[in-house]
C-alpha cells in the first residue's frame, strides 16, 4: 500500500557563502514573499523559512556542508531537498521498511516529537517526509515557537 503523501509542503535550497541575505532579499523584494519570523534556531544551520501562500515554504539554507546535523556521508537534512506531508509518519515508516526501502530519520528540529523521514528517489534526490500536522509550513500551523 502505498505511503499517503497529502501535500508538498517545502523545497530546500543549498545557499553558499554569504549569500543568505541576498536570497532572502530576492524572495521578499522581487517576489514578494515573507519570511517566516517564527523560524526555529538550528544551531549550525544558518537561513530563513519563506512562506509561500497556506502550505508551503521555500528553506533558504546556509551554513557549512555538511552541517552539524549529517548522521554520515549522504545523511545531511540541510542538503537540497522536497519536503512532502504524509498523513501518518509510522505508517510511512512501516511502508519503507516493508518495501526495503532505506531511510534515516531525525527528531527534533520541529518540535520534541516532530520526526522527518529522509529517503533519495532513484537518481539520488533527497525527499523529506514528516507528519501534516508537525510543521510551519502550511499557515495554521505557523504558532509561535
Known sequence: MPINVVEIHHTGLRING???DANLAFYQGV?????????????????????V???????LIGGAVP???????????????????????????????????????LTGINGPKAEQ?????PNGNLV?????DQCRCRAANRQPV
Open 53 to 59: 501562500g497556506d502550505v508551503g515554504q521555500i528553506h
Open 117 to 121: 523521514i529522509f529517503l533519495r528517489d
Open 67 to 105: 552541517s552539524p546535523l549529517a548522521k554520515g556521508e549522504g545523511k545531511d537534512p540541510a542538503a537540497p531537498h522536497i519536503a512532502l506531508a504524509v498523513k501518518d509518519i509510522q505508517e510511512a515508516k512501516a511502508e519503507l521498511d516493508r518495501l526495503g526501502t532505506q531511510y534515516w530519520s
Open 128 to 132: 523529506e517526509l514528516h507528519q501534516v
Open 31 to 51: 517576489l514578494g514573499l515573507k519570511a517566516d519570523e517564527k523560524r526555529p534556531t538550528i544551531p549550525g544551520v544558518p537561513g530563513y523559512w519563506i512562506n
Open 18 to 20: 554569504d549569500q543568505l
